[in-house]
């Protein structure tokens, strides 16, 4: 059958590597604002020093 000659897109080491620098170039990029921990870890050392 045709199914049978047909390789799955996850066994491509290529698409792997592909989907490793995208999710990286993501977080680089991505600002996940009040949600971020930086952010709450900076906004209760501000009240605390206060």
Do not use: H, T
Request: negative net charge; charged residues 15%; aromatic residues 10%.
């Amino acid at each position: 059958m045709f199914c049978n000659q047909v390789d799955p897109l996850d066994s491509s080491p290529a698409l792997s590597e592909f989907a490793y620098l995208a999710v990286l170039l993501w977080l680089g990029v991505a600002d996940p604002g009040s949600v971020s921990i930086d952010f709450v870890l900076q906004r209760s050392a501000n009240r605390q020093g206060k």
